[in-house]
């Protein structure tokens, strides 16, 4: 039954769990209610809380696309209990989702200009939608650069989709990892540097960054000494997510509260924060 409470999450079925890296699991996740599908829509950027019911809820980027009706989609990086919990978890299991919160990426404003997206680790997931609706819709956007970075090969997420996100038009993709093994022929290195030797070009160009903080911190130095100006480029800050609702003020970095004003901000809007991240 839909409830209007904010703090009393949809019951929902893991429909599957498909195993990104050692320890990230994407999972795939149906609402129960019938009627309250059509009217559960988001933006990419948005964030869900998922309960692994009798031990808690964490909050996941969506990785999905709201347009394309299938289930709902979040990476799972096992860091923790909740998300130990989750792990476990099998297909046809019961679990909890709150939500959707936060504002998004500003795609409208994106139409018509160069996209470069930057992303490390886990945290590349919340950009994945990103990229997902600017291929669904290839001829509102000029040229994408997908960056991915990762500590190794095996921890590269959507290494499956790699392919077809190479083989669209004026998309380019670059790898890097910190480590590479006998098997990996391509880039090490860390993606501050790639993004210095890439030279990306700021002209008419966004560039959305998401990853560990200090990956952020350094590619910010590296976005700026580029020419990049502070409203070119976008982040997210979702690893600061408590409650989803401004309530715990847990979130809160300087006067802002990453769930209420977020997670989505350019630099303009927080150069003065981060170092507060």
């Not at 709201?66 to 096992?78: F, N, Q």
């Not at 792990?87 to 046809?92: D, K, Q, R, T």
């Not at 090969?153 to 077809?164: G, N, W």
Request: aromatic share 8%; net charge negative.
């Amino acid at each position: 039954m839909k409830s209007d409470n904010p703090f009393v999450p949809h019951m929902a079925t893991l429909r599957e769990a498909v195993e990104l890296t050692p320890d990230v699991m994407l999972f795939r996740i149906d609402l129960d209610d019938p009627d309250l599908k059509p009217d559960f829509s988001y933006q990419p950027g948005q964030f869900v809380f998922v309960s692994a019911f009798g031990t808690g809820e964490s909050p996941f980027g969506l990785t999905s696309v709201s347009y394309r009706r299938g289930p709902l989609e979040v990476a799972v990086r096992k860091v923790g209990t909740v998300t130990g919990s989750l792990h476990e978890l099998e297909a046809g299991a019961s679990v909890g989702v709150r939500g959707p919160f936060g504002n998004h990426f500003p795609l409208d404003d994106f139409r018509g200009k160069n996209i470069h997206i930057i992303g490390g680790g886990i945290g590349f997931a919340p950009l994945r939608p990103v990229i997902l609706t600017i291929l669904d819709h290839r001829s509102d956007y000029e040229d994408l650069l997908i960056l991915n970075g990762a500590r190794t090969p095996q921890d590269l997420v959507f290494a499956s989709e790699f392919d077809t996100w190479a083989a669209s038009p004026r998309t380019r993709l670059e790898l890097t990892v910190d480590a590479g093994d006998k098997s990996w022929t391509g880039r090490v290195a860390l993606i501050p540097s790639v993004v210095r030797e890439l030279n990306l070009s700021p002209q008419n160009s966004v560039a959305v960054i998401c990853g560990p903080p200090i990956m952020i911190h350094f590619t910010l130095i590296e976005l700026k000494k580029l020419g990049f100006a502070d409203h070119q480029i976008v982040t997210t800050l979702e690893g600061k997510m408590k409650c989803g609702l401004g309530k715990c003020a847990r979130c809160n970095v300087g006067d802002k509260y990453v769930c209420k004003d977020g997670p989505v901000f350019t630099l303009e809007q927080i150069s003065t924060l981060l170092e507060q991240f």
